[in-house]
Structures are given as structure tokens and as C-alpha cells.
């Protein structure tokens, strides 16, 4: 069960987040970002993570598709709020 508490903590800690990654100009503090959220997804409430992912593994925890992936993140959590 998808509870309202568990979209909201997704959506504060990711948009957060998001918006550092965003602006950030330090590779170094990208990569932070990435490994702590690529931690965070394993946390999750999984059915959250499997509506967000659409069921794909990798998602929030590859390199080349993580700024797609956690923008799309932000933008499916705030549409559930």
C-alpha cells in the first residue's frame, strides 16, 4: 500500500535533492547525490518505486539516465500529492 506519508517523504527528500543536482557544478557532489539516492531507492516503499520505475532495476541507480530518472521522479510524486 502506497501511503499519502510515503509519497510526501519521497517527494521532499527527491525534490531536495533534485534542485542541488540541478545547480550543482561539482561532479563530485553529483556523484554524492547519486549514490545517496541510488541508496534511498532501495529503501522505498516498493510499490512507490515500482509506479515510479514502471518496473525498470535500474532506475534512480544508473549514471547516464539519472537526472531523467529523478526529475521524472519529482514530477510523477507532485502530481500524487
Same mark, same amino acid.
Given at each position: 500500500?502506497?501511503?499519502?506519508?510515503?509519497?510526501?517523504?519521497?517527494?521532499?527528500?527527491?525534490?531536495?535533492?533534485?534542485?542541488?543536482?540541478?545547480?550543482?557544478?561539482?561532479?563530485?557532489?553529483?556523484?554524492?547525490?547519486?549514490?545517496?539516492? &541510488?541508496?534511498?531507492?532501495?529503501?522505498?516503499?516498493?510499490?512507490?518505486?515500482?509506479?515510479?520505475?514502471? &518496473?525498470?532495476?535500474?532506475?534512480?541507480?544508473?549514471?547516464?539516465?539519472?537526472?531523467?530518472?529523478?526529475?521524472?521522479?519529482?514530477?510523477?510524486?507532485?502530481?500524487?500529492?
Amino acid at each position: 500500500m502506497i501511503t499519502k506519508d510515503s509519497i510526501e517523504t519521497a517527494y521532499a527528500f527527491l525534490h531536495q535533492k533534485l534542485r542541488v543536482y540541478e545547480h550543482s557544478t561539482l561532479d563530485w557532489q553529483k556523484d554524492d547525490i547519486e549514490m545517496i539516492i &541510488g541508496d534511498y531507492a532501495d529503501q522505498i516503499n516498493p510499490e512507490l518505486l515500482s509506479l515510479l520505475s514502471q &518496473g525498470r532495476p535500474d532506475y534512480l541507480k544508473d549514471h547516464k539516465k539519472f537526472q531523467d530518472d529523478i526529475t521524472h521522479a519529482v514530477a510523477v510524486l507532485e502530481n500524487m500529492l
